[in-house]
């Protein structure tokens, strides 16, 4: 009987309909919604954790746990689900993250209920997206989320937020356009009945020269969520004016939804399209890289330097995913989970030191270590895993994407050579930007006399949510099997069915 239970059906819309109890809960404050939202979050996670441990067989490639049931006949939509060990990882990754961002919220005292019900939409959007099996689902799901995002951006934050979240709208709305353009390209095509359902797709043959164009399609929607250099600058807009508890789950979760599309739709879809265009992923990523660590180093705003950090660091997904090897495309999915969990963190942190300081110019800071040592610690503690520290989940990730490319007999040896000095470069600006960050908060001038009654320390809140953001990128770094196994097969069987095509 239990075997019938709809299990992924059930764990997509519960965070939104419980969102839709918000309105009606009593009018006591903002006592009971500070704790209602985490306690939806606290009972999905569970769940979530529980189904996957005793339903899901992690040493099978196969897509599991398949639900399928007929949502519009005349246009042959379905609302099918279905996961794998990819989408176990990322649902995992956002529910761990969501889940310690609601507790993040608690300073917010404005329009609570709007708030805290847009974090569970858009909680229920991303677990809908990774478990899609029909691409008009994918898309219906990919929308979903971008309302609440949008209002998350644009009534709490800085004073230029709703210029941020138009500019957020815009970038995405461009994207959404061509991902539904590419979509119903390949599901129209041929003479039979059009169909949706990505395992049928798959299935098709298409010319290659049809290929590229819903490729294409694709890849801008997904550079535009990852983000990819050039369609990176909404991003640093947003996270520079959105309040921190926000900042968590672009950084955490949303840019996550183009790495996975690229591995999902691109590489094990269209993979005839997908290889001529390796090479040139790689470019822009080792581009990225470099880019947005120099401009990382420029920016006066602590929000911004993070946010240029964190597009720094998502060009490994990029370089992992056009390396065209298990290891380079294990290493990428590694940097999702492992940005998702150092990003948030950053995001906190930065957030919670502008709550104490009134201020992120890094031109107004300055010796609050002393004041501050519980801040100091968690800022010094963390901050070395964000330029891939031997023994944090950076630099598990990051050595398998560089192994991904020297191990590449596609690509020349001044190619090789020429992206790993990239990559090194980098590694190596990262460490300078956020050691001369870190010297300018916390050490040098104390800050004016004006601002020291709000200089008060970490509380258990903060000091709890850190740790438990910093653990696993510990725990991965010194073992990164924890994430790999269920996942190794899965991208060993999409390359060597390639090469079988060959």
């Not at 059009?194 to 298409?206: H, N």
């Not at 891939?388 to 190619?415: H, R």
Request: charged letters at 10%; a neutral charge.
């Amino acid at each position: 009987m239990m075997s019938n239970v709809p299990r992924l059906t059930t764990i997509v819309p519960f965070p939104i309909l419980a969102s839709f109890l918000l309105p009606i809960l009593p009018r006591d404050g903002n006592r009971i919604i500070r704790w209602y939202t985490p306690g939806i979050c606290i009972l999905e996670f569970p769940l979530i954790t529980y189904i996957f441990h005793c339903h899901l067989q992690f040493d099978s490639q196969s897509i599991q746990l398949i639900e399928t049931s007929s949502w519009i006949n005349s246009i042959h939509f379905h609302w099918k689900l279905g996961i794998d060990g990819l989408s176990m990882s990322l649902i995992l990754l956002t529910g761990f993250v969501t889940t310690l961002a609601t507790p993040a919220a608690w300073p917010i005292t404005r329009n609570t209920r709007l708030f805290h019900s847009s974090m569970l939409v858009m909680y229920g959007g991303q677990i809908g997206l990774f478990v899609s099996r029909d691409i008009l689902l994918f898309f219906f799901m990919w929308e979903l989320e971008l309302i609440p995002v949008y209002l998350l951006l644009c009534l709490w934050g800085g004073k230029r937020r709703p210029y941020s979240a138009t500019k957020f709208v815009s970038y995405t709305a461009g994207g959404s356009i061509s991902l539904l353009v590419a979509a119903l390209t390949l599901s129209f095509y041929g003479n039979g009945v059009p169909s949706f359902d990505i395992q049928v797709l798959m299935g098709k043959s298409y010319p290659i020269s049809l290929e590229i164009a819903p490729y294409l399609g694709f890849l801008i929607a997904y550079a535009v969520k990852l983000p990819v250099f050039p369609f990176h600058t909404w991003l640093p807009d947003t996270h520079g004016e959105a309040h921190y508890s926000t900042c968590m789950l672009p950084a955490g979760v949303l840019s996550k939804m183009g790495g996975y599309g690229l591995i999902r739709i691109n590489l094990e879809l269209l993979i005839h399209a997908h290889f001529p265009f390796g090479s040139w992923l790689i470019l822009l990523g080792a581009i990225q890289i470099v880019y947005a660590s120099l401009a990382s180093m420029s920016q006066r705003n602590l929000k911004r330097r993070i946010a240029y950090s964190s597009i720094s660091h998502m060009g490994f997904v990029a370089i992992g995913v056009g390396s065209l090897t298990d290891a380079g495309i294990d290493g990428a999915i590694l940097q999702m989970i492992s940005h998702g969990l150092i990003g948030a963190a950053s995001f906190l942190l930065a957030g919670t030191c502008y709550d104490r300081t009134r201020t992120t110019l890094l031109d107004e800071l300055g010796g609050i270590a002393t004041p501050m040592p519980k801040l100091f610690t968690t800022f010094s503690a963390s901050s070395p895993a964000s330029p891939a520290l031997p023994g944090t989940s950076g630099f598990a990730s990051e050595f398998l994407v560089f192994l991904g490319v020297v191990t590449n007999e596609q690509y020349s040896s001044l190619f090789k050579v020429e992206i790993t000095v990239l990559e090194a470069t980098g590694t190596i600006l990262a460490s300078i930007y956020l050691l001369s960050m870190l010297r300018r908060m916390f050490y040098g001038y104390r800050l004016s006399n004006e601002l020291n009654p709000y200089l008060i320390d970490f509380g258990p809140r903060e000091v709890f949510t850190l740790t438990c953001l910093f653990l696993p990128v510990l725990g991965i770094g010194s073992y990164p099997n924890l994430i790999l196994p269920p996942r190794n097969s899965e991208a060993s069987s999409i390359l060597f069915s390639y090469l079988d095509m060959k």
